[in-house]
């Protein structure tokens, strides 16, 4: 079956435009994460919803980030008012349930913020 | 807050020397523990994951790794390397409880003929 699959694979923006990325988790697939990426860096955790309860985002690093999931299948992250610094790459990734160990990882949306 | 450190930002090696990639962890609560590989211009793909049990783990390619609890170590191995081996690797945790992942700042693996 496919994978994580992410739209669009690279986004070139100006400063304090609004972006939208997009994820296709697996199907089945109840867990959904958001995570970044900057250049040099490790993945910072962001967002991460399960089934439908309430969306843990304890690590979006400002209002400017918001992301909704409709039931258990596509989700959107949306970065308002685009700052350079938030250049880097926007990893998504599933897995099959909450206690599931293994995260399944799409290739990622590189932002570039100009 | 937990926190991982990849001791090594870029590790070279020559084809079918031994490679070991450093990885330490900090964490007052029991972890889960992974590595993950990066291929150029692909995804992340695990390589191998600690739960419980046997401290030593065996992952896809050849690679192993150890858990030690005492070191807070769980460092990353193979005997013999490939070019294809060629990549970004990080290591994560997870609290047991938790789901969210957190990484390590990475170590990229060269592999020289």
């Known amino acids: 079956g496919a994978g994580v699959s992410q739209s669009p694979s690279n986004k070139v923006t100006e400063k304090g435009k609004d972006v939208e990325l997009r994820c296709d988790p697996i199907?089945?697939?109840?867990?959904l994460y958001w995570y970044r990426q900057r250049l040099g860096q490790g993945l910072e955790f962001l967002i991460y919803f399960q089934g439908n309860s309430a969306p843990d985002k304890s690590g979006l690093p400002s209002d400017r980030f918001s992301a909704e999931r409709t039931g258990e299948s596509v989700s959107t992250l949306t970065i308002q008012r685009t700052q350079q610094e938030d250049s880097a790459v926007y990893l998504c990734?599933?897995?099959?349930?909450?206690?599931?160990?293994?995260?399944?990882f799409g290739p990622g949306t590189r932002l570039t913020v100009l | 807050a937990q926190s991982v450190t990849q001791l090594d930002s870029q590790v070279p090696v020559f084809e079918e020397a031994p490679v070991e990639l450093r990885c330490n962890y900090s964490s007052s609560v029991s972890v889960y523990l992974f590595w993950y590989v990066q291929y150029p211009n692909q995804g992340l793909q695990l390589l191998l994951k600690y739960l419980s049990g046997s401290t030593l783990v065996k992952g896809i390619n050849g690679f192993e790794a150890e858990f030690n609890k005492s070191q807070t170590s769980f460092h990353l191995r193979k005997p013999s390397v490939h070019i294809s081996d060629t990549a970004e690797y990080f290591c994560a945790v997870r609290i047991q409880g938790a789901q969210k992942l957190v990484f390590g700042q990475g170590t990229r693996l060269t592999i020289n003929p």
């Open positions: 199907s089945g697939h109840t867990a």
């Open positions: 990734a599933s897995s099959l349930d909450v206690g599931d160990d293994t995260q399944y």
